[in-house]
């Protein structure tokens, strides 16, 4: 959306989400060196969001050591990317899952990254990670993943993108994908009871 709208809209949407009291969250997918991160970092927070997605596998030294000092210091929540809703992530991240997880609670990250086509991960994350850290599920919708299931294994949000963007009418959609995710938590949570 950056490279093909601008800056701008991206700024809009920020604004929109906070009026709404809605999580501004950057899906930039930082990944390299931590003073290039804390700069990219700079540009997320004067665009006006509060979270920033950051690849767990540039490593702590260097790295996410430095961009989360500097997240701190500018009041963006980083949530660290630990695996992917796609196939291919199981050729790496997922192999390295239980690493990246250490390094999320030796950094104190406000959240991690999980997918909800994958919510095995999704319950090890939360009992790894205990209640503080929040969890992010993509893969919703048109990746396959049931509207709330992520929800209901432990995570605190659920990335619903296409499924809302590209419907003819995205209100409408929203709304649907709401009643969609509120009737599956509520049917887990019995389930459970």
């Known amino acids: 959306m950056l490279l093909k709208k601008g800056t701008e809209l991206l700024r809009d949407i920020a604004k929109l989400a906070r009026r709404a009291g809605v999580l501004g969250v950057a899906d930039?997918?930082?990944?390299?060196?931590?003073?290039?991160?804390?700069?990219?970092l700079e540009a997320i927070a004067e665009l006006g969001y509060s979270v920033a997605i950051v690849h767990a596998f540039v490593g702590v030294r260097?790295?996410?050591?430095?961009?989360?000092?500097r997240a701190s210091k500018l009041g963006v929540n980083v949530a660290l990317l630990i695996s992917m809703s796609h196939e291919g992530s199981k050729e790496f991240y997922d192999r390295h899952f239980?690493?990246?997880?250490?390094?999320?609670?030796?950094?104190?990250?406000?959240?991690?990254?999980?997918?909800?086509?994958?919510?095995r991960l999704v319950s090890e994350a939360r009992a790894s990670l205990g209640s503080s850290t929040k969890i992010l599920s993509p893969g919703v919708g048109v990746q396959g993943a049931k509207y709330g299931t992520a929800i209901c294994h432990?995570?605190?949000y659920e990335i619903i993108g296409r499924s809302v963007v590209k419907a003819p009418d995205p209100f409408r959609a929203?709304?649907?994908?709401?009643?969609?995710?509120?009737?599956?938590?509520?049917?887990?949570?019995?389930?459970s009871v």
Do not use: Y
């Open 154 to 156: 432990g995570a605190n």
């Open 98 to 119: 239980s690493e990246f997880l250490k390094i999320a609670r030796e950094l104190g990250v406000w959240g991690v990254v999980v997918p909800a086509t994958r919510p």
């Open 62 to 69: 260097g790295g996410l050591e430095a961009l989360v000092d």
């Open 174 to 191: 929203a709304r649907e994908v709401i009643g969609e995710v509120e009737k599956e938590v509520r049917s887990c949570l019995t389930s």
């Open 28 to 40: 930039f997918k930082l990944a390299d060196i931590g003073d290039v991160m804390s700069s990219s």
